[in-house]
């Protein structure tokens, strides 16, 4: 059977479909190809998609509920995975109805398609950590169970709402549903407006980088293999009809900003030029995934350790960069 993947030319919807591909399955890639950041590497992405058997990306913008409906309907597709949004918690101060089109609309347009689609077996949906808030982390991970109502960016409510919208169709037309709440990934093929890859850039051509929170700030980074691993995972385990589950995909070991510039530090040879900046609106201080439920439905362990998931990034980064000059 096939599965459609939206988002596929993301960071994250690259490497998903990419490990789907190799182990044979069929896959539709869905993308609109936005802006956001540079379209070159979303299309650098695509093609190395396209190079593989079994893969065939359609331009079209998940927030189009016709579109994507007929592609549903026509599609054959039994299982989707629904990546595609507008992410990053400081452009929504700038382009709040962004978040409206990519995070809202486009939640109920897969929704929708999914109710209108009886062969359907699973929908799996990104949501993210910042669901939980500014809350105080410490002694244990953010579990499923913790309040998720007082979200401090608007990137967070758009995808604590599309939750909710996921449980009211779960409970009235019988879908298997799970929302992924994702920590901090991270890996080659990122996207450039995250902290490592942005400092990675700055470093090398030796201009500073604007340190938020004053460097107090924790993430817990997941590096996109182990990612990849819970997606699927979760992916071959629907829950029940009727039960839209949400898990954490983290990875457990919270690791402090300034941790993080150090081992960048290290894996480049070279020291940044800090600006040590207040927190900004939206950002949270830390976050850090208890994953109990992920490891009991599927034995989600993360494997790969931030140094050497920050030295793969690094080689990739150096071989990207370099085969653009």
Same mark, same amino acid.
């Given at each position: 059977?096939?599965?459609?993947?939206?988002?596929?030319?993301?960071f994250?919807?690259?490497h998903?479909?990419?490990?789907?591909?190799?182990?044979?399955?069929?896959?539709?890639?869905?993308?609109?190809?936005?802006?956001?950041?540079?379209?070159?590497?979303?299309?650098?992405?695509?093609?190395?998609?396209?190079?593989?058997?079994?893969?065939?990306?359609?331009?079209a913008?998940?927030?189009?509920?016709?579109?994507?409906?007929?592609?549903?309907?026509?599609?054959?597709?039994d299982?989707?995975i629904?990546?595609?949004?507008?992410?990053?918690?400081?452009?929504?101060?700038?382009?709040?109805?962004?978040?409206?089109?990519?995070?809202?609309?486009?939640?109920?347009?897969?929704?929708e398609?999914?109710?209108?689609?009886?062969?359907?077996?699973?929908?799996?949906?990104?949501?993210?950590?910042?669901?939980?808030?500014d809350?105080?982390?410490?002694?244990?991970? #953010?579990?499923?169970?913790? %309040?998720?109502?007082?979200?401090?960016? &608007?990137?967070?409510?758009?995808? =604590?709402?599309a939750? @909710? *919208?996921?449980?009211?169709?779960?409970?009235?037309?019988?879908l298997?549903?799970?929302?992924?709440?994702?920590?901090?990934?991270?890996?080659?093929?990122?996207?450039?407006?995250?902290?490592?890859?942005?400092?990675?850039?700055?470093?090398?051509?030796?201009?500073?980088?604007?340190?938020?929170?004053?460097?107090?700030?924790?993430?817990?980074?997941?590096?996109v293999?182990?990612?990849?691993?819970?997606?699927?995972?979760? #992916?071959?385990?629907?829950? %029940?009809?009727?039960?839209?589950?949400? &898990?954490?995909?983290?990875?457990? =070991?919270?690791?402090? @900003? *300034?941790?993080?510039?150090?081992?960048?530090?290290?894996?480049?040879?070279?020291?940044?030029?800090?600006?040590?900046?207040?927190?900004?609106?939206?950002?949270?201080?830390?976050?850090?995934a208890?994953?109990?439920?992920?490891n009991?439905l599927?034995?989600?362990?993360?494997?790969?350790?931030?140094?050497?998931?920050?030295?793969?990034?690094?080689?990739w980064?150096r071989?990207?960069?370099?085969?653009?000059?």
């Open positions: 059977m096939t599965i459609i993947v939206t988002g596929a030319a993301g994250i919807g690259m998903v479909a990419e490990s789907l591909l190799t182990r044979g399955e069929a896959v539709i890639g869905v993308d609109n190809f936005t802006d956001y950041y540079d379209p070159a590497l979303k299309v650098a992405r695509a093609a190395r998609l396209e190079a593989q058997p079994g893969f065939r990306m359609v331009r913008d998940v927030a189009d509920h016709q579109t994507f409906a007929d592609l549903v309907r026509t599609s054959g597709a299982r989707i629904h990546l595609a949004a507008q992410a990053g918690v400081r452009y929504s101060l700038e382009n709040p109805f962004a978040y409206e089109h990519s995070n809202l609309a486009g939640q109920l347009s897969v929704l398609a999914a109710r209108h689609s009886p062969g359907l077996t699973h929908l799996v949906y990104a949501s993210s950590s910042s669901v939980y808030g809350q105080p982390v410490g002694g244990g991970g #953010l579990s499923e169970v913790d %309040a998720a109502m007082a979200p401090v960016s &608007l990137y967070a409510a758009t995808k =604590r709402s939750e @909710l *919208m996921s449980h009211a169709y779960a409970g009235l037309y019988a298997p549903l799970t929302g992924l709440r994702f920590f901090t990934v991270y890996g080659p093929w990122g996207r450039p407006d995250m902290a490592y890859y942005g400092f990675t850039r700055a470093i090398l051509s030796g201009e500073p980088i604007q340190v938020y929170g004053q460097g107090q700030m924790a993430r817990d980074f997941t590096y293999d182990d990612i990849v691993n819970g997606v699927i995972g979760a #992916l071959d385990r629907p829950p %029940a009809p009727g039960e839209n589950r949400i &898990l954490n995909i983290g990875d457990d =070991r919270p690791v402090g @900003l *300034m941790e993080m510039i150090a081992t960048l530090e290290r894996l480049l040879g070279r020291e940044a030029v800090k600006v040590m900046k207040p927190m900004q609106p939206g950002d949270v201080t830390a976050t850090h208890d994953i109990s439920r992920l009991a599927t034995g989600y362990r993360p494997r790969v350790m931030l140094e050497e998931g920050l030295a793969r990034f690094v080689d980064y071989d990207f960069e370099a085969a653009g000059d």
